[in-house]
C-alpha cells in the first residue's frame, strides 16, 4: 500500500476519493503541519512508499512552464539560518534532503519555507540557495519519510512564478495543476 499525500484538498479535486492501492492523506499547509500529520500516518502503517502531489512556485532561471509537473528529487529550507546566519542552513537538521536512491538526478531541488512566495526580492534570495521551485511542505515530507525509511516521490505542479500577485495566480491554476497530477499519476501508476 502507497500514501498519496497532499497538503490542501484543493491540489487533489482532480484526484479520485478512493484510488486503489493508495491511502490518502491531507496535511494541511505549513512545515509543522506537515510533519505532524505525516509522522502520524507512516507510524500508524507501514507504506511500501509515500507519494507527494502538490503545487509549487517556480523560482529557477529555466523556462518551466505553469502546469507543469515536474519531479522533486531535492529540498532544501529558504526560511532558517544557523547560528551563524548563514541562510538556508538549520541549526540541527541537514541543510539538503534528498529523496534517495533510484530518483532522477535531474529532478528539481524545491525551496521549503512557512509562507507564501509571491516577491521578487524573495525569489532572487531563494534562487541564491540553489532552487528551481518553492513550496511550504517538501523539505518535512522528505525528511519524515527518511525518519521511518520509507521510499517517497515528490510531484509537483507548477502554479505560478512566485512573483507579484502569485497568490491570485495559484488559486485560479489548483484545478488545471491537479488535473495535470492527476494525469501523471496515472502515467506512473496505471491508476
Known sequence: MRLLVAALDSELVA??????????????PGKLKATYALTRALDAHAYDEVLVVGTAGAIGDDDSKVFEVLEVTAAIQHDVSDIDGIA?????LPQRVDVGEGSDAHGATIATGDHFVDDADAVAEIRGLGA??????????????QQFGVPIRVLKAVSDRAQDDAITDWH??????SAQLRERVRELYGV
Not at 484526484?15 to 494541511?28: E, M, N, Q, W
Not at 521551485?133 to 519519510?145: K, P, S
Open 132 to 145: 528551481s521551485l518553492v513550496d511550504m511542505e517538501t523539505y518535512a515530507y522528505i525528511w519524515v519519510a
Open 88 to 92: 538556508g542552513q538549520h541549526v540541527s
Open 15 to 28: 484526484f479520485p476519493a478512493a484510488l486503489d492501492g493508495f491511502d490518502r492523506l491531507v496535511t494541511g
Open 172 to 177: 485560479a491554476a489548483l484545478a488545471a495543476c
